[in-house]
């Protein structure tokens, strides 16, 4: 499918982890920037962290640098951001995005504009 496939949100405490997957079609996933975002209640879409997943170079917002990873198996079309040392502010409904077959852009700004395919999304709630 073009559209990719989120998994792995739900409810977690504060301090503790989670790991998102995001799987798309070969086609899709092939050289190919794919990247996480999040949008939380009332507030602007984030980008997270995107990787080109040709290369396996990896770009970060400087928000969840440190705390948030992304990576990828190739094997399986499908993508990850593993998130440590959750904080309720990280309470959002989380999206998986893939570009149209380029490299990812600056991360910078609104990179969501630069991104094509979404996913339906998959809630993360941190309590406190």
């Known amino acids: 499918q073009v559209q990719p496939v989120e998994s792995g949100g739900g409810s977690v405490q504060a301090g503790g982890s989670l790991r998102l997957s995001c799987v798309v079609s070969?086609?899709?996933?092939?050289?190919?920037?794919m990247g996480w975002f999040r949008q939380a209640t009332g507030k602007e879409r984030e980008g997270l962290a995107g990787?080109?997943?040709?290369?396996?170079?990896?770009y970060y917002d400087d928000s969840v640098k440190g705390r948030f990873t992304i990576s990828r198996d190739n094997a399986k079309n499908t993508v990850y951001l593993q998130m440590n040392h959750m904080k309720p502010e990280d309470t959002a409904m989380y999206y998986c995005?893939?570009?149209?077959?380029?490299?990812?852009?600056?991360?910078?700004?609104?990179?969501?504009?630069?991104?094509?395919?979404w996913g339906q999304g998959t809630q993360v709630t941190v309590s406190s």
């Open positions: 995005a893939a570009r149209d077959g380029r490299f990812c852009p600056q991360w910078v700004g609104d990179v969501g504009s630069y991104f094509r395919f």
């Open positions: 990787i080109d997943t040709g290369s396996g170079l990896t």
């Open positions: 070969t086609y899709t996933y092939i050289d190919n920037c």
